[in-house]
């Protein structure tokens, strides 16, 4: 089978800030037409690489190579073969959803005709025909969204970089976006880029997924390949009022477990057959003298994969709150 073209070549790449090491020695390549992501904590250095491979920032050490061409050498032709949707929105609050688009189209320096045809495809593709002269500001953070993401199609982009783009979002609004960057994809033949702190968006769009923590890739592969590098098939959660200091290597030498993490008050016991086992592992348990609260039995998820690197979970902190009426303040045409 002929391998793909690669798309995205990193080398050793490393980003310090003073003191600070944001990226440490990373290395990974990227084939053309595939949907890679970056996964992990925020401050875990991803925004710091994206910013990097889109020429943003400068690399104190190592080689990117985006589209063909380095980073460094050739930033004008790698910005050029690229679209870049950043965690802040950048749309324009006093210009409407066709204005940002045409704009963004004319800076590519693509023909009237061909724009217009470009610009009322992608916003049928996003649902915002409807809107398209209506003004951003009275979009909704998901339409806003959806819009960013369009407008950086418009010049049909080999490698579209998305940095968090569903940070703050609703359930209902994340799924919406995930639908159009699958179609998008699939329509263009585009390779993505995704950055994320969001377990179930890594498991559901990536073919592969590199693992990212204190600026340092600790895993890499498809998630069901970094899941099956987790011995048990399924994890017993056990929320506890206290642990005994000995409780860890006494539920190791149970013969169905695999493996155990404490965190706080909270034990994860890897299993095989969890449905099956999980009676006995809380008697066992509790004839170690620990009181449990609650019981929970679920699957391996890319969760799991950080855990069994790092021994602690990847918080979910609170998304950001982003005001969507800042920095022009209230746009002109409403005032």
């Known amino acids: 089978m002929t391998e793909k073209p690669l798309a995205i070549e990193v080398s050793n790449l490393t980003k310090r800030f003073g003191a600070l090491t944001a990226v440490d020695n990373v290395s990974f390549n990227v084939s053309s037409g595939e949907f890679f992501g970056f996964l992990g904590p925020n401050g875990a250095g991803k925004t710091t690489l994206i910013r990097m491979l889109t020429t943003l920032l400068r690399p104190t050490e190592g080689r ?4 063909s061409h380095d980073v460094e050498k050739e930033p004008g032709a790698v910005r050029y073969s690229i679209g870049v949707v950043p965690q802040a929105m950048t749309s324009d609050l006093d210009l409407t959803g066709w204005e940002n688009m045409d704009i963004y ?13 470009r610009i009322a495809y992608l916003l049928e593709t996003v649902g915002l025909s409807a809107r398209a002269h209506d003004l ?10 959806r819009l960013e993401i369009a407008r950086v199609l418009v010049h049909r982009p080999a490698i579209l970089f998305l940095d968090e783009p569903t940070l703050g979002l609703d359930p209902q609004s994340r799924r919406v ?40 890739i ?33 539920i190791k030498v149970i013969p169905y477990v695999h493996n155990v993490k404490i ?22 348990v509790k004839i170690i003298g620990v009181s449990i609260e609650a ?5 391996q998820s890319l969760e799991d994969v950080f855990i069994h690197y790092t021994g ?14 800042v920095g022009a303040g209230v746009p002109s045409k409403l005032r």
């Open 64 to 67: 990117a190579v985006v589209a």
């Open 105 to 117: 189209g004319r800076f590519y320096g693509i023909p009237k005709k061909q724009r217009r045809e």
């Open 136 to 145: 951003v500001a009275t979009y909704s953070g998901g339409m806003r969204r």
């Open 177 to 216: 976006v995930w639908e159009f960057i699958q179609k998008s994809r699939g329509e263009d033949s585009l390779t993505i880029f995704l950055t994320t702190h969001y377990m179930d968006e890594a498991e559901a769009l990536c073919d592969r997924v590199a693992i990212i923590d204190y600026g340092r």
């Open 218 to 250: 600790i895993a890499i592969g498809s998630p069901d390949e970094l899941k099956a590098q987790v011995p048990g098939n399924d994890i017993i959660i056990l929320t506890t009022k206290g642990i005994p200091p000995d409780t860890e290597a006494r």
């Open 263 to 284: 965190e706080g008050d909270v034990i994860r016991v890897y299993v095989d057959k969890g449905a099956q086992n999980v009676a006995d592992l809380i008697e066992k």
């Open 295 to 299: 019981v929970e039995i679920h699957r």
């Open 312 to 325: 602690r979970s990847i918080r979910e902190e609170e998304a950001k709150k982003v005001s969507f009426l």
